[in-house]
């Protein structure tokens, strides 16, 4: 099976950058021509920005089927499992259990690791828009288990 056809973003991408190479440059010829040869290149210009269109909206297609999230990286999870050491869990089980809708686990383990990385709980609370008593709750949890269980963070 050719490799385009297993990774058809791919070769969408491709063919709409030589496309708009193509726009370009019939622009500039466009500029350049003299007048009876104008409405020819004017026709390519418009033929060119037409397949264009249809490859823009055909990489959206392929990117909906292949699950390609369209909102970048931040999208997908990004906290690794070591991260995830001394996540007070038990202590969040019946905020999450009570609003299963309402609570995110990724967004969740995204406040922890802000946490661990040294946010502090106003912080969290404003950015991920956790309760206060879940955005303390994960700092000091963070504190107590980057220093070792003695509720201080160590110095940097």
Do not use: K, N
């Not at 019946?94 to 969740?108: H, K």
């Not at 220093?147 to 963070?153: A, E, H, M, P, V």
């Amino acid at each position: 099976m050719a490799r385009w056809i297993i990774r058809p973003e791919r070769a969408l991408r491709r063919i709409g950058v030589a496309v708009l190479l193509l726009c370009m440059a019939e622009i500039v010829a466009l500029v350049a021509v003299s007048g009876r040869e104008r409405p020819m290149v004017a026709g390519a210009l418009a033929g060119a920005g037409l397949t264009l269109a249809i490859i823009v909206r055909l990489r959206h297609i392929v990117d909906a089927r292949t699950g390609t999230p369209a909102d970048g990286p931040w999208a997908q999870p990004w906290v690794l499992a070591a991260m995830l050491d001394g996540f007070p869990v038990d202590q969040l089980r019946p905020a999450l259990l009570a609003a299963p809708e309402g609570s995110d686990l990724d967004l969740l383990y995204r406040a922890w690791a802000c946490a661990v990385m040294g946010r502090d709980a106003g912080w969290l609370e404003a950015r991920f828009a956790l309760d206060p008593w879940i955005a303390d709750l994960l700092v000091s949890a963070s504190v107590s288990s980057s220093s070792g269980g003695s509720g201080t963070r160590p110095e940097a």
